[in-house]
């Protein structure tokens, strides 16, 4: 099965720079999930999740279907209750009815969602749990709103057609069970400004451009972005919203 690969290319790009979640969201799923619950990760990428639900869950089945990102994943290290495998998300070798938890972190909107679905009716016992979530664009820190609109400008057209999923916060998907509430909320990160600079070279539009074009937008715009930040080795706060979709097989 072929799959949109947007960051095999930049998957240590990846791994080095995406935003980790934050333990709220951990604590939500585990309000719906069991301790003793066997979760899979479809698109895991490089763990971003993945560490979080392995500190809540009994075992973690990430899957990822690009070969370098999962040769980036935290768990390669070792991690006594993770297994990891190159995987697309429409097709795991997990048996059926083998998870309480199917958790997908900014990936949903890559899949073949109907063949997606499909298998979480497969693979999801009785009473588990399907959660989704993603986060949109970040917020401008103050100060630097003109200097990030300028870098915008140029990677926006290089953005894939599904970053309008993510826009709408996946509304309007045809869920294969009944949802349950979730809340809105942020992720928010303290960065220094060159991890903020390896965050805006790891997105998938960045990657885009620069091979379009032949020149690093990110490269090229340091230096507005570092006059707006000020001390490179100021932390400041960088903030996404946040959203969640939840939904329980009977």
């Not at 749990?129 to 200097?147: C, H, I, N, S, T």
């Not at 960045?206 to 230096?223: K, M, Q, S």
Request: proline letters at 8%.
């Amino acid at each position: 099965m072929t799959f949109k690969d947007h960051f095999s290319g930049i998957a240590d790009a990846y791994a080095a720079a995406r935003p980790e979640y934050p333990e709220t969201l951990f604590d939500l799923l585990a309000a719906h999930a069991m301790p003793d619950a066997r979760v899979w990760e479809p698109g895991c990428g490089s763990g971003q999740a993945t560490r979080g639900l392995a500190g809540r869950f009994a075992h973690v089945h990430a899957t990822d279907p690009s070969a370098q990102q999962v040769a980036q994943h935290w768990a390669g290290a070792g991690a006594r209750n993770v297994s990891v495998a190159v995987e697309p998300g429409e097709r795991t070798a997990l048996s059926d009815a083998s998870v309480q938890l199917i958790a997908v972190a900014q990936a949903l909107h890559w899949f073949d969602r109907a063949a997606f679905f499909r298998e979480c009716e497969r693979v999801l016992a009785p009473g588990g749990v399907l959660a989704a979530w993603g986060y949109g664009d970040f917020d401008a820190p103050e100060g630097m709103v003109d200097a990030v609109a300028d870098f915008r400008a140029v990677i926006e057209p290089y953005w894939p057609p599904e970053r309008a999923l993510i826009d709408a916060e996946y509304a309007g998907f045809d869920w294969p069970f009944p949802t349950l509430p979730a809340s809105r909320s942020w992720l928010e990160m303290e960065w220094t400004l060159p991890r903020f600079l390896a965050y805006l070279a790891s997105m998938s539009a960045t990657a885009r451009c620069r091979a379009d074009l032949g020149f690093d937008p990110v490269a090229r715009h340091a230096p507005a972005l570092a006059a707006a930040w000020g001390d490179p080795d100021d932390v400041r706060t960088v903030r996404w919203p946040l959203f969640i979709h939840l939904c329980r097989k009977p």
